[in-house]
């Protein structure tokens, strides 16, 4: 699919391929999963994740609702879900969608809109309002506060909560792809950034534990995660091609879009809109390596470098 023509989109509808799926997606207060029955068609829904960014997105979303409130009242009903713990967004999403609503939008960081994603999602297959006729779609929609928010880097959008606001209020819409991985036990779940593996899912891991310390956690949670790693020999197979022994390998990043690890552009050509995805190795890394290739790494530059390869 094309890439869109300015402006980006505010709200973005997932649409489904072989290998990417995509859909569209964008509220006083309801708190909780209790939040779906109180709901009424036509409403925004904004999942929020008040612990994300250390506790500074629930603080943001207390002082930007008022502002919201003005913007968007005269447009849909508003309504608010307060998540409360891991999976959350994932139960608030499917049924604020069963429920009819226009649009789900995520205001955090990239793991509630991971989870945001994954409602839009049952057991494979979209989730489609109760009532309505198949024409009707949700829309997706993101207010980036959390403390990477790297999906948004792919579209240049900042962490300026009130651009994120006038996007909404103009509502340009744009289909997007998602990647789709299936589990061991034949569990689908999906991702619309980036999706890693080894090296990189530890650092992001440890990432956490950082979290104090801003963009800055995912370097340390990196060099954490170096601490009794080994590279592993990897087999892959791409496009439907053979089976291949990638050997040595430090992580391997399948990007959807370009961001990770707090404005790593790991997956510098990847494009949300292109139907492909793009697929970094890096091979035979040591901490220091990763050091003094650090810059290259968020300069997105690194694809040239030895022990870099990447496939779309």
């Known amino acids: ?24 997606s964008a509220v006083g207060p309801i708190s909780g999963r209790a939040a779906a029955s109180r709901r009424h068609r036509g409403d925004f829904v904004f999942v929020v994740n008040p612990s994300g960014a250390n506790g500074r997105t629930g603080k943001q979303w207390k002082q930007l609702l008022p502002h919201l409130r003005t913007r968007l009242a005269d447009q849909c009903n508003i309504c608010e879900c307060i998540t409360s713990g891991p999976t959350d967004a994932v139960d608030v999403t499917r ?4 429920d009819g609503a226009d649009a789900v939008i995520a205001v955090g960081g990239d793991g509630t809109l ?14 489609r309002a109760l009532d309505q006729g198949p024409d009707h779609s949700a829309a997706l929609g993101l207010i980036p506060l959390g403390t990477g928010s790297d999906f948004a ?11 994120a606001i006038d996007r909404i209020v103009r509502g340009v819409k744009s289909k997007l792809d998602i990647g789709m991985m299936v589990g061991p036990k034949r569990d689908p779940h999906f991702f619309v950034n ?6 990189s899912a530890k650092a992001g891991y440890f990432a956490s534990m950082y979290k104090r310390f801003g963009n800055l956690c995912y370097v340390f949670g990196a ?23 990638v050997h040595n390998v430090t992580a391997l990043c399948i990007g959807n879009a370009k961001y990770f690890g707090g404005g790593m552009k790991i997956t510098p050509t990847a494009d949300p809109f292109s139907g ?17 290739k650090l810059h290259r790494l968020y300069g997105g530059t690194h694809l040239s470098v030895n022990g870099v390869s990447s496939i779309r």
């Open 1 to 24: 699919m094309a890439v869109p023509a300015t402006p980006r989109p505010s709200l973005i509808l997932p649409r489904a391929s072989s290998h990417a799926h995509s859909q569209s």
């Open 194 to 199: 980036v999706a890693d593996i080894h090296l």
């Open 114 to 127: 991971h989870e945001v994603v994954n409602g839009f999602f049952s057991k494979g297959n979209p989730v």
């Open 153 to 163: 880097r792919t579209f240049g959008w900042t962490n300026n909560p009130h651009d």
């Open 223 to 245: 060099l954490r995660g170096f601490w009794g790693h080994n590279n592993r020999d990897l087999r892959i197979k791409v496009n439907e091609g053979e089976w291949k022994t």
């Open 276 to 292: 492909s995805l793009e697929v970094v190795i890096l091979q035979d890394f040591k901490w220091y390596d990763f050091l003094l």
């Open 95 to 98: 049924e604020a969608i069963e």
